[in-house]
Structure formats: structure tokens, C-alpha cells
């Protein structure tokens, strides 16, 4: 998760190498709740188009159009875009209908945004789901593979739960050691929760979560970490504080129920 941290994004590049040096894969999340997702998402976007090789984008739970409507990135591209921001809003959104759900990396590595589905055994069913279907993206208020895929969190209980978040399932270490070993695959890398080093090791080190959001809306104090892989396919993690958010006055200073979104800055060219 990146979540509109454009300075931490910035700073993510300098640490870890610039494109097309380095090869990057996103697990999602690049909008909402921080104070610059118009900029994160473009470049991004952009960064993708350059270097379509060397970047990979994979799609988030705050990605779909009625996440974003509520949790800060419509709000962003009309302040900033004004009179045109609810187009840009929507083109915005209609290139994150085409981002992929999970990826593969060497065979071994399956990278998803947050979790798995009941419903998916296999990587060819994975292949199958029409990724641009905006209500199986939607969050607590639709059901489907594709919601699980964006929504659901890895637990200490075995087998499938029901989750706190009112959306996808929890599932555990057998879940994911059954997933894992009927599809060839060694690993599971996924975002989606905030973890206070920057990343977590969890079912028998079989799923590790990654948060690149340092001080996650500026006041949780964790850091962030990048997960960097050698040609072994060795993990080793870069962490990194947050850069400090923009300073604004308490007048430019907008709102919601998120925290607090820097207003003036985003207005900025």
C-alpha cells in the first residue's frame, strides 16, 4: 500500500533503486486517505507506460469507484482539478479497471493484494475472473472471488473465517499451505493491513504482509518496507520512515473520516 504518500513513494525509488534499473511490483492501494493520490496514482501510471516491463500494478481494495468516492481520492481530483475533476476522477478510475489482480514472480512467489477466496483453487480460475467487473470490487457491500482476492486477511485460526472488515474471508495457515503446494508456488506476498515494521511474517512464514506507508495517515507511527528479491529469489527488506506531510493552515485543512487530508497542498502545481 502506497495510499496517495507521494513523497514516500519518491523516497521509495531513491532507496531502492529508479526505474528501468530496478524492476518494482505494487500490491495496490494507491489512492485514499494521504495527501497526494492525484500525483502517486499518475506517475505510477505513467511509470507503467515508460517501462511497461519493469513496473507491475497490481489492483487494490481502494481502487474501485465507490472506495474512492468515499475515503478522499474523488475529493482530491475535484479540489485539485477543478471544474474538471470529477473526469479526471474518472479516467483515473477507468485505468484501474485494467490493473491485474495477482502476479507471479519466477514460479514461486504469488502476489496478491490481500488474501484468498473459497472459491479459487487454482491459478487457471484466477485467470478466468473479469478483473474490470466493478461490483465484485466494491468492499463490504458485494460478495465474489474477485472482493476476496482485495479484501480478505490471513488469521491465526485455521480454515476460513468470517472477517472483521464485513468483507472477504479470514483464512489460515492451512489455507494458505494447501493454496501454496497445489499451485507449485513457495510463497505469498500481500498488502492490505497496516504493520507496524513495515512488514510481517505470518503463517509459517509462508505470507508475508508488506506496508509501504510509513506513519499511515500521519499519526500511526509505523514504519514502511519494501520486500527486495535477489536472482535466488531471497527476500531481504528495505525499511524507511515517512517523509513529514505537507504543513498547511487550519483553513486549507479538509476533513473526513479518514484523518486529515492537506488540502492547500493538493491544490499546488
Same mark, same amino acid.
Given at each position: 500500500?502506497?495510499?496517495?504518500?507521494? %513523497? #514516500?513513494? !519518491?523516497?521509495?525509488?531513491? /532507496?531502492? =533503486?529508479? *526505474?528501468? +534499473?530496478?524492476?518494482?511490483?505494487?500490491?495496490? &492501494?494507491?489512492?485514499?486517505?494521504?495527501?497526494?493520490?492525484?500525483?502517486?496514482?499518475?506517475?505510477?501510471?505513467?511509470?507503467?507506460?515508460?517501462?511497461?516491463?519493469?513496473?507491475?500494478?497490481?489492483?487494490?481494495?481502494?481502487?474501485?469507484?465507490?472506495?474512492?468516492?468515499?475515503?478522499?481520492?474523488?475529493?482530491?481530483?475535484?479540489?485539485?482539478?477543478?471544474?474538471?475533476?470529477?473526469?479526471?476522477?474518472?479516467?483515473?478510475?477507468?485505468?484501474?479497471?485494467?490493473?491485474?489482480?495477482?502476479?507471479?514472480?519466477?514460479?514461486?512467489?504469488?502476489?496478491?493484494?490481500?488474501?484468498?477466496?473459497?472459491? %479459487? #483453487?487454482? !491459478?487457471?480460475?484466477?485467470? /478466468?475472473? =473479469?478483473? *474490470?467487473? +466493478?461490483?465484485?470490487?466494491?468492499?463490504?457491500? &458485494?460478495?465474489?472471488?474477485?472482493?476476496?482476492?482485495?479484501?480478505?486477511?490471513?488469521?491465526?485460526?485455521?480454515?476460513?473465517?468470517?472477517?472483521?472488515?464485513?468483507?472477504?474471508?479470514?483464512?489460515?495457515?492451512?489455507?494458505?499451505?494447501?493454496?501454496?503446494?497445489?499451485?507449485?508456488?513457495?510463497?505469498?506476498?500481500?498488502?492490505?493491513?497496516?504493520?507496524?515494521?513495515?512488514?510481517?511474517?505470518?503463517?509459517?512464514?509462508?505470507?508475508?504482509?508488506?506496508?509501504?506507508?510509513?506513519?499511515?495517515?500521519?499519526?500511526?507511527?509505523?514504519?514502511?518496507?519494501?520486500?527486495?528479491?535477489?536472482?535466488?529469489? #531471497?527476500?531481504?527488506?528495505?525499511?524507511?520512515?515517512?517523509?513529514?506531510?505537507?504543513?498547511?493552515?487550519?483553513?486549507?485543512?479538509?476533513?473526513?473520516?479518514?484523518?486529515?487530508?492537506?488540502?492547500?497542498?493538493?491544490?499546488?502545481?
Amino acid at each position: 500500500d502506497v495510499h496517495g504518500q507521494f %513523497l #514516500d513513494l !519518491l523516497n521509495i525509488f531513491a /532507496l531502492c =533503486g529508479s *526505474t528501468p +534499473e530496478t524492476s518494482y511490483l505494487f500490491l495496490g &492501494n494507491y489512492v485514499n486517505r494521504g495527501y497526494d493520490s492525484c500525483r502517486t496514482a499518475s506517475l505510477l501510471l505513467l511509470l507503467k507506460v515508460r517501462y511497461p516491463r519493469r513496473i507491475t500494478l497490481l489492483c487494490g481494495s481502494h481502487e474501485g469507484r465507490q472506495i474512492s468516492q468515499v475515503y478522499g481520492f474523488y475529493d482530491e481530483c475535484t479540489r485539485r482539478y477543478h471544474p474538471h475533476g470529477a473526469d479526471v476522477w474518472k479516467y483515473l478510475t477507468d485505468c484501474f479497471d485494467y490493473l491485474p489482480l495477482t502476479a507471479i514472480v519466477d514460479n514461486t512467489l504469488f502476489c496478491v493484494h490481500a488474501g484468498l477466496s473459497p472459491s %479459487l #483453487d487454482t !491459478l487457471a480460475q484466477i485467470r /478466468l475472473l =473479469g478483473r *474490470t467487473t +466493478e461490483a465484485d470490487r466494491s468492499g463490504p457491500i &458485494n460478495d465474489g472471488p474477485i472482493n476476496d482476492l482485495l479484501w480478505s486477511d490471513p488469521d491465526e485460526r485455521s480454515g476460513w473465517g468470517v472477517c472483521p472488515k464485513g468483507a472477504g474471508y479470514t483464512f489460515g495457515s492451512d489455507i494458505t499451505r494447501q493454496f501454496l503446494h497445489h499451485n507449485g508456488l513457495s510463497l505469498m506476498a500481500r498488502a492490505h493491513q497496516l504493520v507496524m515494521e513495515g512488514y510481517n511474517w505470518c503463517h509459517e512464514r509462508k505470507c508475508v504482509t508488506i506496508c509501504s506507508a510509513p506513519n499511515f495517515r500521519n499519526h500511526c507511527g509505523n514504519q514502511g518496507a519494501v520486500m527486495e528479491l535477489d536472482e535466488s529469489m #531471497d527476500a531481504t527488506f528495505q525499511q524507511f520512515d515517512a517523509i513529514q506531510w505537507p504543513q498547511m493552515s487550519a483553513a486549507d485543512r479538509a476533513y473526513g473520516a479518514m484523518g486529515d487530508i492537506p488540502g492547500s497542498f493538493l491544490c499546488q502545481t
